[in-house]
């Protein structure tokens, strides 16, 4: 059971370059979800799913696409890179309840862009 | 607004002092509350949620809706506890369901 892994672990890209972040979870959980990480900021959401084919935002959403064509993957897309994108993101996902579930994170993928 | 509020950025003490990491909340539903941590360099993972009103590691964490506080709390603190804590809310209501608001985390940092 591997739980939620994220691909690459480090990343460099040039501003304007594009870039997916790959992220996959073999729990079979409905929700997914992509955080940055900032320091002093803590975690922000970008963008979440409730299930395969819903995609909503988050509170950082821009410049950032995503999409549910599964239950296990989560891609988020990097469309045109720029320096403020320098961070390190976090995908999540976590059994859809009204109850009170633990989110499972990945490892983290630490980008910069230079 | 929902809201997460973790006032101390950093919070250094000595190795079996009281620790006690401050969170405090804003929502207007019932809240659902969790502590995070992160070890250096390594993910994300649960030490406590509200409603299981259990210890881990020697950590507790009490709901007090009164002062809308999540404070997490262990009497005597070890250095293997040094790390980020993150206090997170989740949101149960409407079409967030599900997502977890963060606040910026505590560094703890415990010295020998």
């Known amino acids: 059971n591997a739980g939620v892994t994220q691909t690459p672990k480090f990343q460099v890209l040039k501003t304007g370059q594009s870039m997916t972040l790959q992220c996959a979870q073999d729990?079979?959980?409905?929700?997914m979800s992509w955080y940055r990480q900032d320091p002093g900021m803590g975690l922000r959401l970008i963008h979440y799913?409730?299930?395969?084919?819903?995609?909503d935002q988050g509170e950082v959403p821009n410049g950032y696409n995503v999409s549910r064509s599964t239950t296990e993957d989560f891609p988020l897309r990097l469309l045109s890179a720029a320096p403020s994108q320098t961070s390190v993101y976090f995908c999540?996902?976590?059994?859809?309840?009204?109850?009170?579930?633990?989110?499972?994170f990945g490892q983290g993928t630490r980008l910069t862009v230079v | 607004a929902q809201r997460v509020t973790q006032p101390e950025k950093l919070l250094s003490v000595f190795k079996g002092a009281p620790v006690e990491l401050k969170c405090n909340y804003s929502?207007?539903?019932?809240?659902?509350l969790f502590w995070y941590v992160q070890y250096s360099r390594q993910r994300l993972q649960l030490l406590l949620r509200?409603?299981s009103r259990e210890s881990i590691k020697g950590f507790t964490a009490d709901l007090n809706k009164g002062e809308t506080s999540f404070h997490l709390k262990k009497p005597f603190a070890q250095e293997e506890d040094s790390a980020m804590y993150y206090c997170?809310?989740?949101?149960?209501?409407?079409?967030?369901?599900?997502?977890?608001?963060f606040g910026k985390g505590t560094k703890l940092s415990v010295k020998p």
């Open positions: 729990m079979n959980h409905e929700y």
């Open positions: 999540a996902s976590k059994i859809r309840s009204r109850g009170n579930t633990e989110a499972f």
């Open positions: 509200h409603i």
């Open positions: 929502y207007s539903g019932s809240p659902e």
């Open positions: 799913s409730v299930g395969a084919g819903i995609t």
């Open positions: 997170a809310l989740g949101t149960l209501n409407g079409g967030s369901q599900g997502n977890l608001i």
